[in-house]
């Protein structure tokens, strides 16, 4: 494998090459080293109008063993046949098997530019935004939500009603929220401007987020933990805060967070692996740069590692195991004349920088305007209409030479543990978690299921098709079994559900005889808004409460305020940690402490109070013990 080295970036900052550029996604991370094929497998085309070239794809997304295509075109073609004959009626949007690369059913027929694909979290709906005003003959302004194609619907819309005024080039979905960004200034009828969220289960209205940007949103892409939303884009303002191309904001207030580095050029299309974030940049040529996605090193989040230089806009950018891959309108890589010659397509080392030698050749003056690469395949789309020299036009695949048949295995079971920072009502809140391997292509889905007591597994659907944690409720004094099932990016699916050890949580509240209180307690005061009406509180240094019983976990449920103080708790009479009900205002049903233990056994726990000065109260609300 030959590698070259990168050259720094050019400085100059030109007009953008073209109007409109669909941000790419990226794909799960896997094991191994995998040989990309440069020529591309015979797969279906797009075509234009009968008297011109209008083609163009915009937007890749696949899911469930099905690839969705969209952009500007009025005809799909089926593999096998030639451009203009066999043409598949197909306005903006189709979907092909990913297997046998043929048209399927489903055909939304927007009537305009589709600029964006995401998924939802049960992959049972795919979101669509661009330029569109109808689809399927009905008004959807900008977005529209339609079933999958897996189940061989005709995809006709649902009746979510997200709505915008304008373009919206990038979406992001997970948990019950849908993150729009775009050329807007109106969604769900409100002022706002370029950016927005809205509700996934809410018929689309807008949830708080994002105030605006002073200039579109190209891309947006959530980081790993799901806690923050990258944005890239032709802005400089978010928030009215100076973010230059590329911010990063909470995931759920909006609020601009910590980013170190700004390049001087739009980025319109964002990738992560965990540990960098990767943009596609364009003006002055083009550009690929590589930052922290958190501090490392001595270097803060968002400090810029390397950029890569091409002589053209780089459009897509998307992980590919160890690679980086880039697709834009470029013939050569460095900054340096003669530079290294890359056909509108480029593989980069992710941790380098380095140039690999990967190089298929496509055609035309600008080619590519988006990529995607998923497990085993890397998928183009663009206005092009060869690749290596073979006819392909507008949409085409490249597949590692390595077939991955090795269904993946979930390594660790599903189970829950109680949560300290939560409040309970009539249920307890918990998390659940679990996590899987694959050999070689990586998971790109995790399906869970719930059964309550002797009730039926239903499915209980994670915020994002590659979560290993999930938030439930739980009711006490009954019985909860989950399982779950992973899907591998070359859709094989694992063999069989794996389902984790029950749970069963026993509420105690202060008023239960179990409870052994010691020194001077208020007991069973009424208090409005306490778990069983009552709670018993302590201001005297080294009142205890102790409950002995069974379980794998506990949790003690308290009240929060000004006027509440320290306690010691003890596990099995260990002092573990020192617990602070300090609140600024009055929080009840609070779960202010939560242990676990390895396995299910007889344990101890006795609260202490300390007797803080000035605000010495300490409360027993509840005790829960998980088994």
Known sequence: MTILHPTPARRALAALAIAAIAASATASSALGAITLSGVPDSSAQVDGTPSTTNFTVHAILRADGIVYVAGSFTDAVDIGQPVGAGDVPRSNLFAIDAGTGHVLPWDPEPNATVRSLAIGPSGNTIFAGGDFTTVDGSSHQHIVAIPSARNNNAGVPLAWNGRTNGSVYAIVVAGVRVYLGGAFTNVDGLAHKNAASVGLSHGGQILP????????????????????VFMGGLFHLVNQVSENHLAAVDAITGRTLPWASHPIYPIIGLAENTSYLYGAGTGGGGHLPSYTLVPQSGKPAGALRWTGSFDGDVVGVSMYHGDVIAAGHFNSFGSTSPGQTRHHMAALNAVSGLLDTWAPVVNQVLGPFTELAYGQQVYVGGDFTKVAGVDQQGFTQFSDSAADTTPPTITTAPDVRMVAGTAITSYVPVTLSWAGSDNLSGICRYNVQEKIDSGPFAAAVPPFA??????????????YSFQALATDCSDNAGVGYTTGPTSRITLTQNSSSAISYSG???????????????????????????????????????????????????????????????AAGILRRQVVYAHAFAGIGAHTIRIVCQGTPGRAIVDIDALLALR
């Open 466 to 479: 590659t979560a290993t944690t999930m938030s439930r409720l739980e009711a006490p004094n009954h019985t």
């Open 209 to 228: 987020w994002v105030s605006g940007t002073d200039g579109e949103v190209r891309a947006l892409l959530l980081s790993p933990n799901r806690s923050r």
């Open 520 to 582: 001077s307690w208020v007991r069973n005061a009424r208090v409005s808004g306490a778990s069983g009406g009552t709670l018993s509180y302590t201001t005297h240094a080294g009142a205890s409460a102790t409950l002995h019983f069974t379980g794998r976990q506990i949790a003690w449920v308290a009240s929060k305020s000004s006027g509440r103080g320290k306690a010691s708790v003890y596990i099995d009479g260990t002092r573990v940690a020192i617990v602070d009900l300090h």
